[in-house]
């Protein structure tokens, strides 16, 4: 044997293990990083189905809110509009001085009344600021009314006597205001229901 073969056989030999080292170093390079993408792939659909979880869980909560609200708005326009109509007939009798059903429609107008300011009071953490302002302004001018009244029925006298403005400020000012905060609360602005937001 003389030495280019040598040389030869040797260089062959060398560039036979390059290439076995470089088959290996891509085979193991191939398999981390299909480990890794395994690994990051079954990450990434824990964290997606934890996310959609959550999604879920909120936006079930935020049907429940919904529904809440939309029973305490319910439940607040039925009492706010019996005040209105008891408000409405009691000051049509106080014109025409029919002092004998009077009495029936003043006891009438303070059960909306006391009525009304349970429904408000009593589910104030449930419903909007906006709304429960309102319904309290409301309140108030009934509330009026109802202190004038329970004054006359005890015989106290009262002075100017403003029962008739307040009972048309109850269907005239509250009542449309009382309308309009549970629309806007409830509807957008294209006439398609919202979730409340």
């Not at 792939?41 to 909560?61: C, H, W, Y």
């Not at 429940?64 to 609200?69: A, G, V």
């Not at 001085?97 to 349970?118: I, K, P, Y």
């Not at 408000?120 to 009026?144: M, T, W």
Request: contains cysteine; proline residues 3%; negative net charge.
């Amino acid at each position: 044997m003389n030495i280019p073969d040598i040389l030869i056989g040797g260089v062959s030999g060398i560039g036979i293990a390059l290439a076995a080292s470089t088959w290996i170093g891509k085979a193991w390079a191939n398999r981390f990083l299909e480990r890794d993408r395994i690994k990051y792939e079954t990450q990434m659909q824990a964290t997606l189905s934890e996310l959609r979880m959550r999604g879920d869980k909120e936006r079930f909560v935020h049907q429940l809110q919904f529904e809440k609200e939309f029973a305490v708005y319910t439940e607040l326009w039925v009492s706010a509009l019996a005040l209105a109509r008891s408000a409405m007939q009691f000051r049509e009798l106080r014109l025409r001085d029919a002092s004998v059903s009077m009495e029936d429609e003043r006891q009438d107008f303070m059960g909306c009344h006391s009525n009304l300011n349970d429904v408000v009071f009593n589910n104030r953490p449930f419903y909007a600021p906006e709304v429960y302002d309102i319904a309290k302004k409301l309140l108030h001018a009934s509330g009026e009314v109802y202190g004038i009244e329970k004054s006359r029925e005890e015989g106290v006298p009262v002075k100017g006597d403003k029962t008739e403005s307040l009972l048309d400020d109850i269907n005239d000012t509250h009542i449309p205001k009382l309308v309009e905060a549970i629309r806007s609360r409830i509807w957008t602005r294209n006439g398609r229901q919202t979730a409340l937001g």
